[in-house]
């Protein structure tokens, strides 16, 4: 693949090329998406209010689901989010971000301050790389993200999910500054899933942000006896630098998680 070359912005100017970007991406699928809004630059006012019980029964879902329920349905669907995601990703690489594989040791960021700054004075999203970690056992096993994304960027052959990882970065968190907490990953992920076409496309996401998002701050190893969620200096807390990643499952869940997931937000008028 071709990289196109954008000019780098920072501040402001970054943030508004991101958003057009996204409204390109957006607009693409204009006739059949129904996910609001129409036009993105009003995601800045989307507001969460994230529901307990029912994090805690998506984190209960992904817990128990098998690791691989993998069927020509789901199979389609996740082509056509790879398909969606390389246009996605050669729209940040309009915008002016370059998407470089990371190659030190850990993390790139020590948090998502740390990202969104460097992101918006540098230009560039450090990727962390699949290969390096996907998941606990760190990713061997088979999984539709982990195939050739046929883009290569100094010498590194890129997966699907090393892409995903790029523009769910930089349209979920850098565009409009949405943290790691449980309430900005829930914000980002419904940014991100504004960008697709679908809802066919968006149950892919659910799992594959969502929920593991949901059972990394509200998975039932994190719960006392009672079932509630330990707080901290509670005995038995977990802070989330010692907690486990989730596994990388490919199920598909029930329309009906993904109509609760959005009904957990709303859009703040402008005053």
Known sequence: MKRPVGKHESGPTMTAGLVAAAQRCRDRHVRDSGWPPSEVASLAALEVVVDEAFCCDVADR???????????????RYDRVKHENVQHYEEILEAGITAEPWLGPGQPYRDSADMV???????VIQVFLTRNGHGPGGGGAFHPLRESSGVTVRGVELAHNDLFRATHDVFGHVMLGN?????GELKAA???????????????????????????YFGPHLRDAAGRIRRPGEPGY?????????EQKVFAFEPSYLEAFRGMFHLEEAS
């Open 117 to 123: 700054r460097r992101v918006r004075e540098t230009g």
């Open 179 to 183: 943290t790691f907490g449980p309430a």
């Open 238 to 246: 977990v802070p989330p630098h010692r907690r486990p990643y989730p």
């Open 190 to 216: 419904y940014c991100h899933m504004a960008l697709f076409s679908e809802d066919a496309a968006r149950a892919v996401l659910f799992t594959e942000q969502v929920a593991q998002t949901l059972w990394f």
């Open 62 to 76: 992904f817990e128990r689901a098998s690791p691989l329920t993998y069927d020509d349905d789901l199979a389609s």
